[in-house]
């Protein structure tokens, strides 16, 4: 999948990891690299400009934790840059113990009703229940076609030969899979050609219907960048959980199918890699990057990097102390203090706490932190390293992202906030003491 790109990504790694010193000159000609392998998998030209100005703006301002060689430093760096470009990790919620359904859309040949029957097979092989409503009354053949992919997917299917209502078919395949109790209703749906507003329109009612828990839209990776477009005109007749790209396998650009649907907020969960059954992988944007950038290379810089980071807790002080702290960081000492189990002491710290708190004070303040990792597991990098860029149209990305409110992203923003200028204020010994009582110091 996507060999011209891990092709091109990965000799520039290597070529990194050959150089002596690294200089100006080196990071450049990453740079270049990196900017002509995304552009040949058709990246948007902004988002590609952006990612690598990143790169050297970090590759040569940021110092490296002690330890790490600058080189090493380097990757890891271009490694996330990549991974931010395809937004956070996030797979498919089935939440156990009822029917969940899954309504899948998008234009003609895109591969909804292969998507449909892979999907069917991936579940079972999971050990779910699964049922497929197929309600594409448009196309001739379909529910045959639809039948003979899920027989292999061993799910049964739902469908009405003839019948011309696809919504009302999709309300009788929702009544007839109810009593059996399964753990996932799929629903595949006809897809005309995307000029037609009456497909969208179609589309709300069969949604409708079927009330699901999440729609995915599945797109054809071919189109490249064009998937921004069709995303968000998708997204604007139906609220799309999720995403599937097909065809990576045929693709050259595929990599900017993924950068731009990843740009409109929505999550690609799957990928489809060849016309089988089972050529359906769940989509990781970390795991892709590696694969990319040559996995067993990155993997143990990665690792290095991630340990000397943990040691490196000065710098990180040091970001929070001179008022830069960022999203990390907040959640980092979060997580660090309810870890110890010094929550009650930070809580009673805090400016106009009550003296003694009572249990289920501390019991609350812990969901919140819960609750707040999801929200911050929304979030993009850049969000991350400045939450000034939380702009109204991001909280809203993130609490659909997250799956909690509005009000729920804008109370962490607030703690962040308050935290920060609190952790910029106490400086020097206060701080010490503080960080003590948090159980950091
Ligand atoms: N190579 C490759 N081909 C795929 C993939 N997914 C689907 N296809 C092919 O794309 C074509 C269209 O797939 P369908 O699943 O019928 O698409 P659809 O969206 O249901 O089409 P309509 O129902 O007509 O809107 C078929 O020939 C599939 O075999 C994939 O991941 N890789
Ligand atoms: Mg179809």
Same mark, same amino acid.
């Given at each position: 999948?996507?060999?011209?790109?891990?092709?091109?990504?990965?000799?520039?790694?290597?070529?990194?990891?050959?150089?002596?010193?690294?200089?100006?000159?080196?990071?450049?000609?990453?740079?270049?690299?990196?900017?002509?392998?995304?552009?040949?998998?058709?990246?948007?030209?902004?988002?590609?400009?952006?990612?690598?100005?990143?790169?050297?703006?970090?590759?040569?301002?940021?110092?490296? @934790?002690? #330890? +790490?060689?600058?080189?090493?430093?380097?990757?890891?760096?271009?490694?996330? *840059?990549? $991974? =931010? /470009? %395809?937004?956070?990790?996030?797979?498919?919620?089935?939440?156990?113990?009822?029917?969940?359904?899954?309504?899948?859309?998008?234009?003609?040949?895109?591969?909804?009703?292969?998507?449909?029957?892979?999907?069917?097979?991936?579940?079972?092989?999971?050990?779910?229940?699964?049922?497929?409503?197929?309600?594409?009354?448009?196309?001739?053949?379909?529910?045959?076609?639809?039948?003979?992919?899920?027989?292999?997917?061993?799910?049964?299917?739902?469908?009405?030969?003839?019948?011309?209502?696809?919504?009302?078919?999709?309300?009788?395949?929702?009544?007839?899979?109810? @009593?059996? #109790? +399964?753990?996932?209703?799929?629903?595949?749906?006809?897809?005309?050609?995307? *000029?037609? $507003? =009456? /497909? %969208?329109?179609?589309?709300?009612?069969?949604?409708?219907?079927?009330?699901?828990?999440?729609?995915?839209?599945?797109?054809?990776?071919?189109?490249?960048?064009?998937?921004?477009?069709?995303?968000?005109?998708?997204?604007?007749?139906?609220?799309?959980?999720?995403?599937?790209?097909?065809?990576?396998?045929?693709?050259?650009?595929?990599?900017?199918?993924?950068?731009?649907?990843?740009?409109?907020?929505?999550?690609?969960?799957?990928?489809?890699?060849?016309?089988?059954?089972?050529?359906?992988?769940?989509?990781?944007?970390?795991?892709?990057?590696?694969?990319?950038?040559?996995?067993?290379?990155?993997?143990?810089?990665?690792?290095?990097?991630?340990?000397? *980071?943990?040691?490196?807790?000065?710098?990180?002080?040091?970001?929070?102390?001179?008022?830069?702290?960022?999203?990390?960081?907040?959640?980092?000492?979060?997580?660090?203090?309810?870890?110890?189990?010094?929550?009650?002491?930070?809580?009673?710290?805090?400016?106009?706490?009550?003296?003694?708190?009572?249990?289920?004070?501390?019991?609350?303040?812990?969901?919140?932190?819960?609750?707040?990792?999801?929200?911050?597991?929304?979030?993009?990098?850049?969000?991350?390293?400045?939450?000034?860029?939380?702009?109204?149209?991001?909280?809203?990305?993130?609490?659909?992202?997250?799956?909690?409110?509005?009000?729920?992203?804008?109370?962490?923003?607030?703690?962040?906030?308050?935290?920060?200028?609190?952790?910029?204020?106490?400086?020097?010994?206060?701080?010490?003491?503080?960080?003590?009582?948090?159980?950091?110091?």
């Amino acid at each position: 999948m996507l060999d011209g790109l891990k092709d091109t990504l990965g000799a520039a790694v290597k070529k990194l990891a050959r150089s002596q010193g690294i200089d100006e000159d080196q990071i450049k000609a990453l740079a270049r690299d990196v900017q002509r392998a995304l552009l040949q998998s058709d990246v948007n030209v902004r988002q590609v400009l952006e990612i690598t100005g990143r790169l050297e703006k970090r590759a040569l301002g940021e110092e490296p @934790p002690p #330890g +790490l060689p600058r080189r090493d430093h380097v990757v890891k760096i271009l490694y996330d *840059e990549l $991974s =931010g /470009l %395809l937004g956070p990790e996030q797979g498919l919620d089935i939440r156990e113990g009822r029917q969940n359904t899954i309504v899948l859309l998008g234009i003609q040949g895109s591969g909804k009703t292969t998507a449909a029957s892979k999907l069917a097979r991936h579940l079972s092989r999971q050990g779910r229940s699964v049922g497929v409503v197929g309600a594409d009354t448009h196309r001739p053949g379909a529910l045959a076609q639809l039948r003979t992919m899920c027989e292999r997917a061993g799910a049964e299917v739902y469908g009405e030969e003839g019948a011309r209502d696809a919504p009302a078919i999709v309300r009788r395949g929702m009544d007839h899979f109810k @009593p059996k #109790g +399964l753990d996932v209703v799929i629903v595949d749906t006809a897809g005309r050609h995307k *000029e037609e $507003s =009456g /497909l %969208l329109e179609e589309m709300g009612r069969i949604s409708e219907a079927a009330s699901p828990d999440v729609v995915l839209l599945v797109i054809d990776g071919t189109i490249g960048q064009q998937c921004r477009a069709q995303a968000e005109a998708f997204h604007k007749a139906v609220p799309v959980g999720g995403v599937i790209i097909t065809k990576l396998d045929s693709s050259a650009k595929g990599g900017g199918a993924l950068a731009a649907s990843a740009a409109t907020g929505a999550r690609v969960m799957y990928v489809g890699t060849g016309e089988r059954i089972d050529d359906l992988e769940a989509f990781s944007p970390t795991r892709f990057v590696g694969r990319m950038l040559g996995m067993g290379d990155v993997q143990a810089v990665l690792d290095l990097a991630r340990r000397l *980071e943990a040691e490196s807790d000065e710098v990180r002080m040091k970001r929070i102390t001179s008022g830069r702290m960022n999203m990390d960081d907040f959640m980092r000492q979060l997580e660090d203090v309810s870890k110890t189990g010094s929550l009650r002491g930070l809580l009673e710290s805090m400016p106009g706490a009550p003296g003694g708190l009572k249990d289920d004070q501390v019991d609350k303040a812990e969901e919140r932190i819960e609750k707040w990792r999801y929200i911050v597991q929304s979030m993009t990098g850049a969000e991350k390293s400045d939450p000034d860029l939380l702009n109204q149209s991001r909280v809203k990305r993130i609490a659909r992202g997250s799956g909690w409110t509005e009000g729920d992203v804008k109370e962490l923003v607030k703690g962040y906030k308050s935290s920060k200028s609190m952790m910029k204020a106490a400086k020097g010994r206060q701080m010490q003491g503080m960080l003590r009582r948090m159980g950091l110091g």
